[in-house]
């Protein structure tokens, strides 16, 4: 079971008649509201945790003790962050998980000794482009135009060999079909770490370690996964062979969305595989840093379910692209530029 530190409940007196209101309720109804402030990085967009989201009253204890508000847009990026609670959890290969690796294991308790502000969702095109003015993806309405076209043109292909015309093949296909032509809120893909780096210096945020990551994926479960795939996450199973756009897949029990699915996500952890074997059995808020391969984290949409865990870690792999079709290079790639097709990323303040 995940540990959380205890917390004594707070509860929030309903007026009914005027004969239902205790003492309690008038006393504290004569109290001065708090005025909700905003910190200087970002605007408030809610101040206390939604019990509709964030289910447990034990996590909405933790956050409002932190006297840190809940929900805030990020002002130079437009990136919503939710507070993530400081706590205890149990880090690695979940207890039964036949999918999970060597280097998922030992599992060990981490404590994550401060509360940390983490993307409600992946960094979206739209939020890339407003920093580094550019954008990298794969998955933009000029790749859905064309991969329309082409199975369009295959169709009529096939039909024509029967000996129709083409104008007899177009007829029986039917209207074209509507491509996606809107990805301003589909994640970003195919951002080398370098450039996910310079984003984050320039927006004056952080990519998250593997512990703050897994502990936020998590949000006190104790299961590979925090609900059924085909409602949390856009994998192989559902997905289509894309992405899709965040937050059209179920939350977390923390608010955040598509942490499992739709993109792998970068980490500022060097990827080791032995390296819980390296720990003590409790850590506190651990790192790993140095040069080389970063762990990515989440699994992506074509990831079978067995990747599509929290606790599943793997190292980014490079895949440069010696020659560049031209709706890539529309899209911003260029020649031998490495490639990471599979990833993005969701950032992390810390207050």
């Known amino acids: ?3 959380r530190s ?4 707070l509860k929030t007196p309903v007026a009914g008649g005027a004969c239902a209101v205790s003492l309690t309720a008038l006393l504290a109804l004569a109290q001065p509201q708090q005025m909700v402030v905003n910190p200087s990085w970002g605007l408030v967009i809610e ?3 939604d019990a509709a989201v964030v289910t447990e009253a034990s996590v ?3 956050i409002s003790k932190s006297g840190l508000p809940w929900k805030v847009r990020h002002l130079s990026t437009g990136i919503e962050l939710v507070l993530v609670p400081a706590g205890r959890f149990r880090m690695g290969a979940s207890s039964g998980d036949q999918d999970a690796s060597k280097a998922e ?3 060990h308790e981490v404590v994550i000794s401060k509360p940390f502000y983490i993307g409600r969702t992946e960094v979206t095109q739209r939020q890339w482009q407003s920093v580094m003015g550019s954008n990298p993806s794969r998955f933009q309405a000029a790749y859905f135009r064309e991969e329309a076209e082409q199975q369009r043109s295959a169709a009529v292909g096939r039909i024509t ?3 129709v015309t083409k104008q007899e093949a177009e007829a029986k296909l039917g209207p074209r079909p509507i491509w996606v032509d809107d990805t301003n809120d589909f994640p970003l893909d195919s951002a080398p770490f370098a450039e996910v780096e ?3 210096t320039k927006a004056g945020l952080k990519l998250p370690t593997e512990a703050q990551w897994e502990y936020a994926c998590r949000a006190g479960s104790t299961a590979p996964t925090f609900g059924p795939l085909e409602s949390v ?3 192989g199973e559902n997905s289509g062979d894309r992405t899709h756009a965040v937050a059209t897949a179920a939350p977390n029990a923390f608010g955040l969305h598509d942490t499992l699915g739709n993109v792998w996500e970068w980490t500022a952890d060097l990827y080791i595989p032995n390296a819980y074997v390296q720990r003590s059995a409790s850590s506190a808020d651990p790192a790993v840093t140095g040069a080389g391969p970063r762990a990515v984290r989440g699994g992506n949409w074509l990831s079978l379910p067995k990747t599509c865990r929290a606790s599943c870690r793997i190292p980014a792999a490079e895949v440069r692209t010696p020659r560049i079709a031209s709706e890539d290079r529309m899209m911003g790639a260029t020649e031998g530029r490495p490639q990471y097709p599979a990833y993005g990323f969701r950032v992390v303040l810390e207050p």
């Open 1 to 3: 079971m995940a540990l």
């Open 6 to 9: 205890p917390i004594n409940v």
């Open 47 to 49: 101040a206390a945790p």
């Open 60 to 62: 909405r204890e933790s």
């Open 105 to 107: 294991s030992p599992a």
């Open 161 to 163: 060999e029967s000996g």
């Open 198 to 200: 310079a984003f984050c």
């Open 233 to 235: 996450a856009w994998c």
